[in-house]
């Protein structure tokens, strides 16, 4: 069985599982007709353990809600945009060197702290583009039925590459898995408490 590393906080790592580091060759006391049953189960848990860069989304279980807390490095002009967007730039950029980022190669964004929308509907996560595109979310309640269908974020002022301004606004309070993509890829995927 391979297990991931879902530590937050640190880079991923590729999971660990028996058979995914190799450096022994095993031996086969079974015919050759066997043998490649065998390869075919060895070539399985190697795709298993393969890091797929995705990282993981916490989901609601039994009530229970696993907000995503990363705390990953974005990219330096991430940060500086929104430093530069401030009225104190040093101190802004001091702040958000250890901000609740989560991002892949295509978008960022800063999360709330402990991943939870206290007293607003309709707070927004606004990402900042790294490759050219619209973004659109999406959102279900993971906690019970309310659903944010598919649509664009973001005004055209803003340009087809960088900030984007909004984000869903949700109908109620609950577990909330949203879903960011840029142009129907590179998806982004994170869970928000709101309450």
């Given at each position: 069985m391979?297990?991931?590393n879902l530590s937050v906080g640190v880079q991923?790592?590729?999971c660990i599982a028996v058979g995914c580091?190799?450096?022994v060759k095993p031996r086969w006391p079974y015919p050759r007709a066997l043998q490649g049953g065998a390869a075919i189960v060895a070539g399985l848990s190697f795709?298993?353990?393969a890091d797929t860069s995705v990282p993981p989304v916490a989901t609601a279980h039994g009530g229970e809600c696993h907000p995503t807390s990363a705390h990953m490095t974005p990219p330096a002009e991430a940060i500086e945009f929104f430093a530069n967007g401030s009225s104190r730039p040093d101190a802004a950029r001091e702040s958000l060197k250890t901000a609740n980022w989560?991002?892949?190669e295509a978008m960022w964004v800063i999360l709330p702290e402990?991943?939870?929308i206290v007293g607003r509907l309709d707070d927004k996560i606004p990402p900042y583009r790294l490759?050219?595109?619209r973004i659109q979310y999406e959102a279900h309640q993971l906690d019970g039925r309310g659903v944010v269908r598919l649509q664009a974020i973001g005004v055209d002022a803003y340009g087809d590459v960088g900030f984007a301004a909004g984000g869903p606004a949700f109908p109620t309070v609950g577990c909330w898995g949203v879903?960011?993509?840029l142009d129907g890829r590179d998806p982004l995927s994170f869970v928000l408490r709101v309450r």
């Open positions: 391979c297990v991931a991923r790592e590729p580091r190799g450096g795709l298993a353990c989560y991002g892949n402990n991943g939870e490759k050219r595109g879903t960011y993509t």
